[in-house]
């Protein structure tokens, strides 16, 4: 019987080509779609869940409060509080691990060097965590001070691993780690880490290294350059234990006496450590889940609409097939046996449909993995495991729920046909029918016009943070990584100053300059810092810098008032630096009356004396969706600074060649690496920028897939209007008459649609900016341009059968039985 019914069906699409088409394009489209962007949802929700331990793995984060007001959310903590919250509460801690980051660290093994980052963690770190080893021993690799696991990749890279090879010869070697004099001994070899980890490393150092010449790095309540991890035990309500951190602070911190804030701890999972970080000093791999569920939404809107075109087409063709069913059922077809006749072509359609999508992911997989820099493939996708995840159940029962609606809806209403009045030439359509058809219209239309409005919302704030002025320029910077491997002593500072000073006599270098961070870095916080006529208690927190001279020239910062840093303002000791330049929000938090007040006054940052002696304007540090915070320019050179080439356009490649030259010759046995800023610090857009190009595109899909289904409806119409369109013909109506009659009921739904969406989307976009301290407004024109875009496409859709209908000839119209 089987058999039958799937002999029926291919008959019924072979017959029926231009209309099987236009169907499977629709459903294959629609799938196609859903797939890739389901692909990049699983990965991003698989982060870190790898790690079997991954439900009981939190991190401590904390915020930190000053009068009242919150002027700290990062992942810092000091180097004590993992130690003391398990001796505290010994009952629901398992375990703690301590990570510090080694960032772009220079190794040297003989003569070979590699830069890497990697981690500097302690001994219960690879018990809390899965990152298996495949030489060494996970429980004593990192007991002793100066012992190192290396990964995989990075052993092939140091010392040119044979295929095949047994790592575990290479236990035992030594390597040195930037300038340090102590060499480090390789005692494990890891497998690569998952690039769906947070935490990612090449190296781990034991934290025993750390503190050989980092006190604080042992237990210490004083200063916050540290990450914990915790493992809680099982069935603990991290929640519960989150209830008592306040005293927990209080007791440790007895009045905020280190930062003159008040601590707050609380932890956050593993598992959301990836999509739900909105922290600063953030050192692990951050994504967005807004952009996560928003494109997750996008492919529910996609394949929603895809069987609602699927279920449109296919009814339109009901008054074709509605003598089919009277002959089916006068021969003696039951109800029963006609909706699995239907279903089983719907059933045809859907798998013929969705071997294609899988066809069309595999044309674009490259093309789209390069989209979202990530190697995705389908059969991640099909081999993830559910258990865990509610929105992939709950996408998977609404798949199904879909796969049948769109089957056994036409089934019913091919199948509820009566014989004799279609026999007779007296076929209807219900009014329920038609109904339900034109709500599905307006349901597809709803989402068309709500995915365009959120596109151009997406797009508009993209360009407008990339076009705002920042305040400080960063066109033509090279930022060049520091020396590291030079030594910090007497002579280093001399010898910047004569590397930057050499620089800027090179033809097309129209500035040097070295600072703590570039634009884009997070800056370090001065807590207490107050006026020297202010009481002790009357104290803030502000961001600092340490820049050389030609910093604010470089840059092109306006100083509003005073002077620049001249070479006199600089010395190698730091307590003898007492200069400073502030920014204007530094001059309206401290209470000056302007710019110029604030010159030659006095503030205390810690209990250290400075000399107010310039005001800069403000300036964008980080990208617009943090606000400009206080900031203070100190005349200071560290090991750790980058050093800024300001270049013209001309002859860049071989004024970076001739750079190159110069800072070998004052920095040998240095890696010469940099990076233009400008595209550095856009970085920091890339989750927007991404988000902007995914959603348009996949927004693009579903309006084409919406038209389709209008496609269907106008179809369905013509059809039914078959006769009276020739009797108006005949009348002597003219062909704009036939194609309004046709499409103004279609316009009508489309209107309704868009009535609908304007405020959906505007409540949803709305939510979505308010994310951005510098932000677009949602102006009244881009609901007005949708709505014309909107009609213009439907119209343009409707017209492919009205101006057919227009033109036909009306005596085969009234031929028509």
Not at 700 to 722: E, K
Request: net charge positive; charged share 15%; proline share 3%.
């Amino acid at each position: 019987m089987f058999k039958n019914y799937f002999t029926a069906a291919l008959r019924s699409l072979q017959k029926n080509k231009f209309f099987s088409v236009i169907n499977i394009a629709g459903l294959s489209i629609g799938m196609a779609a859903c797939l890739l962007i389901l692909q990049y949802v699983s990965f991003e929700l698989s982060y870190d869940q790898f790690n079997q331990n991954a439900s009981s793995i939190y991190r401590v984060v904390n915020d930190r409060y000053q009068n009242g007001k919150l002027i700290q959310h990062g992942t810092i903590t000091y180097s004590a509080i993992g130690r003391a919250m398990q001796e505290d509460y010994p009952q629901e801690i398992l375990r703690t691990a301590r990570v510090e980051p080694a960032t772009d660290i220079i190794l040297t093994y003989n003569e070979k060097k590699l830069k890497q980052s990697g981690l500097a963690v302690d001994t219960s770190f690879l018990t809390m965590f899965s990152y298996p080893l495949i030489a060494g021993n996970a429980y004593t690799s990192l007991k002793a001070p100066y012992n190192m696991i290396i990964s995989q990749s990075m052993a092939d890279k140091l010392f040119g691993v044979p295929q095949n090879a047994n790592y575990a010869s290479y236990i035992g070697k030594t390597i040195q780690l930037q300038n340090d004099s102590a060499l480090y001994n390789i005692t494990g070899i890891s497998k690569d880490v998952p690039e769906n980890s947070h935490l990612q490393f090449n190296f781990l150092v034991s934290w025993s290294s750390l503190t050989q010449t980092w006190k604080n790095a042992d237990y210490s309540f004083e200063q916050s350059d540290f990450w914990q991890y915790i493992q809680l035990k099982p069935g603990v309500d991290y929640k519960r234990l989150e209830a008592r951190f306040p005293t927990f602070s209080q007791k440790h911190f007895q009045g905020a006496k280190v930062s003159g804030s008040d601590e707050t701890f609380y932890l956050q999972p593993l598992s959301k450590a990836h999509l739900y970080s909105d922290f600063e000093y953030e050192i692990g791999v951050t994504g967005n889940a807004t952009t996560v569920w928003g494109l997750l939404t996008v492919a529910l809107f996609i394949i929603i609409i895809a069987w609602v075109n699927y279920i449109n087409l296919t009814t339109a063709k009901s008054a074709e097939r509605a003598k089919e069913v009277g002959v089916r059922k006068v021969a003696g077809a039951s109800k029963s046996q006609l909706i699995r006749q239907f279903f089983t072509e719907s059933v045809v359609i859907n798998l013929i449909a969705f071997a294609i999508a899988i066809m069309l992911v595999i044309l674009v997989q490259n093309s789209f993995n390069q989209l979202v820099q990530h190697n995705l493939s389908l059969t991640l996708l099909f081999q993830k495991n559910l258990s865990g995840y509610t929105v992939f159940a709950t996408i998977l029962l609404i798949i199904m729920a879909g796969f049948f609606v769109s089957g056994f809806y036409p089934s019913f209403v091919f199948s509820s046909f009566k014989p004799v009045t279609v026999l007779k030439g007296r076929f209807s359509h219900s009014t329920k029918g038609i109904l339900l058809r034109k709500t599905l219209v307006v349901v597809q239309f709803t989402m068309t016009v709500i995915l365009i409005i959120g596109s151009v919302v997406v797009y508009r704030q993209v360009r407008f943070m990339n076009r705002q002025k920042l305040g400080i320029t960063l066109d033509q910077v090279m930022v060049i990584n520091p020396p590291m491997l030079t030594k910090w002593d007497s002579t280093f500072i001399r010898r910047v100053n004569s590397f930057t000073n050499e620089v800027r006599q090179l033809p097309h270098v129209k500035g040097a300059t070295t600072s703590f961070r570039v634009a884009g870095e997070e800056l370090s916080r001065d807590f207490k810092v107050r006026r020297a006529d202010a009481p002790e208690d009357n104290h803030y927190t502000i961001r600092s810098l340490g820049a050389s001279t030609g910093f604010i020239d470089l840059y092109g910062i306006k100083l509003l008032a005073g002077r620049d840093f001249e070479s006199t303002d600089f010395n190698t000791d730091w307590g003898k630096l007492h200069n400073i330049i502030l920014n204007h929000h530094t001059v309206k938090l401290l209470g000056f009356k302007d710019d110029a007040d604030a010159i030659g006054k006095k503030i205390f940052i810690y209990d250290k004396s400075w000399d107010v002696i310039g005001v800069m304007a403000d300036f964008h540090q980080k990208s617009l969706r943090y606000p400009i915070e206080p900031t203070v320019l100190m005349p200071a050179y560290s090991e750790n600074s980058p050093i800024s080439v300001k270049l013209d356009v001309t002859n860049v490649e071989s004024t970076i060649a001739s750079v190159r030259k110069t800072f070998n010759t004052f920095f040998p046995g240095n890696m010469f690496d940099y990076y233009f800023l400008d595209e550095r610090y856009n970085a920091q857009y890339k989750n927007e920028q991404f988000f902007g190009k995914v959603f348009g595109m996949f927004a693009g899909f579903a309006v084409f897939v919406a038209c389709l289904g209008l496609l269907g409806l106008s179809l369905f119409a013509t059809i039914q209007r078959t006769k009276e369109i020739g009797v108006r013909k005949v009348l002597g109506a003219s062909v704009a008459n036939i194609i309004f009659l046709l499409s103004k009921d279609f316009i009508k739904l489309v209107i309704i649609a868009i009535v609908i969406a304007c405020p959906i989307a505007w409540l949803t976009m709305n939510k979505w900016l308010q994310d951005f301290s510098y932000r677009i407004t949602i102006s009244w024109w881009i609901f007005l341009a949708t709505a014309v875009v909107a009609i213009t496409i439907a119209l343009a859709t409707i017209s492919f059968h009205a101006l057919k209908s227009a033109f036909a000839n009306p005596v085969k119209s009234l031929r028509t039985e």
